[in-house]
């Protein structure tokens, strides 16, 4: 079965940093994407970042550039996400999700609908 988990939340202050990690099991790692969403009370679960594990290729979205980076660990089977200045309106729930990305990139692969599996979300909450 395909599980994948994400943890690494917690409560920082603005201009804080956090690290989440997305853990993988259960399919061909090297041929999915790993996308990063968040969802806020009251708002839509949307896109962070996504990476391919093919080709390495990554994705932000504006509000992310710049202040966050995606990164994958083959081996290991790990999608980091590394949060810096962190502001409030960061504030989420993030999730970690997959899905085969064979002939595509991770820029094609950002919209909710896009992915397969996901993960449970990990609270992040920065305060002013």
């Known amino acids: 079965d395909v599980q994948l988990q994400a943890f690494g939340g917690g409560l920082v202050e603005a201009g804080g940093s956090l690290r989440l990690s997305c853990a993988a099991s259960?399919?061909?790692?090297?041929?999915?994407?790993i996308g990063w969403f968040r969802q806020a009370p009251g708002k839509r679960r949307s896109v962070v970042a996504s990476?391919?594990?093919?080709?390495?290729?990554?994705y932000y979205t504006d509000s992310a550039k710049g202040r966050f980076t995606v990164s994958s660990d083959n081996a290991e089977r790990k999608v980091y996400l590394q949060m810096n200045s962190l502001k409030p309106e960061d504030t989420a729930v993030y999730y970690c999700?997959?899905?085969?990305?064979?002939?595509?990139?991770?820029?094609?692969?950002?919209?909710?609908?896009?992915?397969?599996?996901w993960g449970q979300g990990t609270q992040v909450t920065v305060s002013s």
């Open positions: 259960g399919f061909s790692f090297d041929e999915y994407a």
């Open positions: 999700a997959t899905v085969m990305i064979v002939g595509r990139t991770a820029k094609d692969v950002i919209q909710e609908g896009s992915y397969d599996y």
């Open positions: 990476i391919s594990n093919i080709d390495g290729s990554t």
